[in-house]
């Protein structure tokens, strides 16, 4: 990339402070700047590393004070995000339907759509326009794919897997494996449950490399509008997740559990069947959810205890070393006065 700040601050619809001809060659943070490249302070608490950055320009908001060249924007993360997709767009391969994949007859493609070497397409699945399938991908029977999505390598989708548009999945995941069920028999050994159901993806969706989504016994796996899984998540079998909740690394949904709208999950949380987490509810890392997590309620622990308490409770955990000490000493001191009591 190579533009003026005063370009740049065009496309943010920022404002310019200092030298608007100056000449930005790169975007950068702000420990990693060098000059001639423009970095953004997205927090007042970030301020003091602006001092020590490289960088010969700065995006900001309207009160951070600063010692270089600057845009002034309402949201400098959302407009620095801005000039990344300017000067970054996506950039996928144009292979057309490329002649070593594989695509059923009965299949229907979109207009526009790309499709890589070696994936398989099967029968009856409709690809709208614009779909992009990377080498090695598996789009089952009857899969129904949304304009403009995106699937990249090695993706799984088994049969009657519905993506709604716009919808990101990334390398190696796998959407509609047989949910885990299997009944217990006399003998001792367990008959598998047949798994029928659907995974229905909403419009916007990203789902994460190797993360996992089952298929039920009946009904639906639902993933709704703008949700965003990360990498190695566990969705089990008859899953509800609400519009634009947002999962983070090794999350373990089991069976038939229900998460509301806008939920945010720290890593590693692992939520029992049935359990339900209620709309705008927040769950910190490495938490166990076993029951009903209230609308707006913030969470953390296992099992999980509203976050003040959380932190209590990790602050006494801490002091348990010093605690028992004390309790020593006490007891010491009660045994010596209860014995000059005796001797007296």
């Known amino acids: 990339m190579r533009a003026t700040l005063a370009e740049l601050a065009e496309i943010v619809q920022g404002e310019v402070v200092g030298d608007g001809a100056l000449v930005i060659h790169g975007l950068a943070s702000l420990e990693q700047a060098q000059p001639g490249e423009l970095t953004f302070v997205a927090e007042r608490r970030y301020a003091p590393l602006l001092a020590a950055s490289r960088a010969s320009a700065v995006l900001v908001n309207g009160e951070q004070e600063v010692d270089r060249a600057a845009i002034r924007a309402a949201n400098p993360s959302v407009a620095f995000f801005t000039l990344l997709d300017h000067f970054f767009p996506p950039q996928h391969p144009d292979w057309g339907i490329d002649e070593r994949a594989v695509v059923a007859p009965e299949a229907q493609v979109g207009q526009q759509a790309r499709i890589g070497p070696y994936a398989v397409i099967g029968r009856g699945a409709r690809l709208g326009n614009r779909v992009i399938v990377y080498p090695g991908t598996y789009i089952g029977e009857d899969c ?34 047989d949910g885990f069920g299997f009944y217990p028999q006399a003998d001792g050994a367990y008959r598998k449950i047949p798994q029928v159901g659907r995974v229905v993806i909403g419009d916007g969706v990203e789902i994460g490399a190797n993360t996992c989504i089952d298929r039920a016994m009946l009904g639906d796996t639902v993933i709704e509008a703008g949700a965003k899984l990360d990498n190695l998540i566990q969705v089990g079998h008859n899953v509800a997740i609400g519009a634009h909740t947002v999962m983070a690394a090794q999350i373990g949904l089991s069976g038939s559990v229900r998460i509301g709208a806008q939920v945010r999950m720290g890593g590693q949380v692992g939520v029992a069947e049935h359990a339900t ?4 509810a927040a769950v910190g890392a490495q938490s166990g959810i076993t029951g009903e997590i209230e609308p707006g309620a913030i969470v953390q622990g296992a099992p999980a205890v509203p976050h003040t308490t959380f932190k209590r409770i990790h602050f006494y955990n801490l002091r348990l070393g010093e605690l028992f000490q004390q309790v020593r000493q006490f007891k010491r001191r009660l045994e010596q006065l209860e014995g000059r009591e005796n001797g007296a």
């Open 144 to 177: 129904v794919i949304g304009d403009d999505c995106v699937l990249y390598a090695n993706v799984s989708l088994y049969a009657r897997v519905h993506l709604g548009q716009q919808v990101v999945i990334h390398s190696g995941a796998v959407l509609g494996a």
């Open 277 to 280: 987490i209620g709309d705008g």
